[in-house]
T-cell receptor
């Protein structure tokens, strides 16, 4: 089976940088994804790492180390609208069409 | 271009009843996955439909069943409802065989099911 661990809550100040870590255990691995979900909303895709290293998309970056079974999401220049839950998710098998397994989510609160 | 749509938005049922939830995938997508999200938890995979067949299934009892139509829309049926079935039910669509950005899934707004 697969399991993911991420902090349950993080609080950060507007304009600052925050890092949300994710460690995973899977029988196979086909990439780590990150999703954002605002209260009452649908999860929306943020980023994907299939290989080791850093992927940057605007203010958001995501990192993966397959040897450490570890990744993180980095949010820069935090804005109030970034307050949301952030989920890491993996595909545990060797196919891009296998279902996503989600972590329990990290609730980010951005304060003034 | 319409995204993923789901209906109804909210639903209240009593124990033992049956419910049907509906989903229309994003235009151009052919694969629909259903997830259950309990309060404060991450989405949990129920099953996935492609070419009108259930292709993969998560750890859910057979009270949970589904269907996919030729136009790719899908239904989730839950029989003999239990209190523990209260959750947000999310539908996600994707394009099978697309290996690009991790086969990104597009989620609908969900159906909030309350079982009393």
């Amino acid at each position: 089976g697969q399991s993911l661990e991420q902090p349950s809550e993080v609080t950060a100040v507007e304009g600052a940088i925050v890092q949300i870590n994710c460690t995973y255990q899977t029988s196979g691995f086909y990439g780590l994804s990150w999703y954002q979900q605002h209260d009452g909303g649908a999860p929306t895709f943020l980023s994907y790492n299939g290989l080791d290293g850093l992927e940057e998309t605007g203010r958001f970056s995501s990192f993966l180390s397959r040897s450490d079974s570890y990744g993180y999401l980095l949010l820069q220049e935090l804005q109030m609208k970034d307050s949301a839950s952030y989920f890491c998710a993996v595909r545990g098998a060797d196919s891009g069409n296998t279902p996503l397994v989600f972590g329990k989510g990290t609730r980010l609160s951005v304060i003034a | 271009d319409a995204g993923v749509t789901q209906s109804p938005t909210h639903l209240i049922k009593t124990r033992g009843q049956q419910v049907t939830l509906r989903c229309s995938p994003k235009s151009g997508h052919d694969t629909v996955s259903w997830y259950q999200q309990a309060l404060g938890q991450g989405p949990q995979f129920i099953f996935q439909y492609y070419e009108e067949e259930e292709r993969q299934r998560g750890n859910f009892p057979d009270r949970f069943s589904g269907h996919q139509y030729p136009n790719y829309s899908s239904e989730l049926n839950v029989n003999a409802l239990l209190l523990g079935d209260s959750a947000l039910y999310l539908c996600a669509s994707s394009l099978k065989g697309f290996w690009g950005q991790g086969n990104e899934q597009f989620f609908g707004p969900g159906t909030r099911l309350t079982v009393l």
